[in-house]
């Protein structure tokens, strides 16, 4: 089993940065594709920015320019460094890899 452990959430005023953190118990990052989803209240969950194996990366198009997801193999840890923050950003944020899920961390972005 592989646990995720997402943490970096926190309340940001509107252009802030926040950068999150998805730690695995296991070197998995580095087999699966990883992304970053989340979830607001009242809507389905969507996903926000993927890396790939081989370190691709893609984002929706509502974060493009604003956040950047990364991957430190050795430290088994993806990041989503996230700038110019919007109140629409305000969610709970998620990392998965192939079947394996965190438990989120919430990020309210409000003034």
């Known amino acids: 089993q592989v646990q995720l452990v997402e943490s970096g959430g926190g309340l940001v005023q509107p252009g802030g940065s926040l950068r999150l953190s998805c730690a695995a118990s296991?070197?998995?990052?580095?087999?699966?594709?990883t992304g970053w989803y989340r979830q607001a209240p009242g809507k389905q969950r969507e996903l926000v920015a993927s890396i790939t194996r081989s370190g691709s990366t893609n984002y929706a198009d509502s974060v493009k320019g604003r956040f950047t997801i990364s991957r430190d193999n050795a430290k088994k840890t993806v990041y989503l460094q996230m700038n110019s923050l919007k109140p629409d950003d305000t969610a709970t944020y998620y990392c998965g890899a192939n079947t394996f899920w965190g438990q989120g961390t919430q990020v309210t972005v409000s003034s």
């Open positions: 296991r070197s998995i990052f580095s087999l699966y594709t």
